[in-house]
């Protein structure tokens, strides 16, 4: 099966807006006791650790899938809103244990230095290249954390991987964020691998999707509803019918 990539824009702050996200897994947790403060982060660690990332296969958007402990996750594609976070939050009924991965390359022309800030609500973890980088705990599992770590990106595409995770009852935040600081944006690519193959067709589409727009968000029983699109470039030759 070949390999094809969306290629997107890092954004100007460092943000990457566009992955391929996984999950999530939803695990019941019987026996986390939320009224001892003191004793949640370690019981938070203890529910979340997982050696492996779970993910052993190259991502691709939705085929292959992968397994984690007899489920079957597919890659999807998700862009991120302008607080840069890729959510999965839910509410529980119970007490569960919630994890998803988000996947993404980042192609940079030489090796360099850089400082990763990655940001969730409750613990998480980043592979670079299929290397543990950094293990992030949460202070507070209701409000976000951001934790800046080194490492060294090598030239040509870079794999990263980030794991993130919750436990909880009732309102579960579960959402990760992640900056790259200290490359010129506009030298980085984005790219998501797929198995479509009219690539670039395919982002013509999601811009055409992006750009269209409501012009107010109330309307009567008789009005029509009307979509705008905002004036934007196209490659006549790549939409057709």
Sequence with gaps: MSVHYL????????????????????IPVADVDFSDKHDLREQLAHYCHAEGSGVEEP?????????????A??????????????????YQRSCCHVRSWAYAEVDWPQ??????????????DLWLDNQHVHCQDCPDYQR??????KATLHQGQNQILVRFEQVGIGDCPCAMAL???????????VMLPTIVEDVSRRQVLERVIDAAYLDRGLYRRDDDILFHLLLIALNPSVVRD
């Design 179 to 189: 900056k790259i600081e200290g490359l010129p944006s506009e030298e980085v690519k």
């Design 59 to 71: 991502p691709q958007e939705w085929e292959p899938p992968f397994y984690v402990d007899g489920a």
């Design 111 to 124: 090796a360099h230095e850089v400082t990763f800030a990655l940001t969730t609500y409750g613990p998480a």
């Design 7 to 26: 290629v997107y824009e890092l954004q100007s702050d460092g943000s990457i807006h566009n992955w391929l996200l996984a999950g999530p897994q939803t």
């Design 73 to 90: 996750f597919r890659w999807r594609y998700t862009s991120c809103l302008d607080d840069h976070f890729v959510d999965v939050s839910s």
């Design 144 to 149: 976000p954390y951001t934790a800046r770590f």
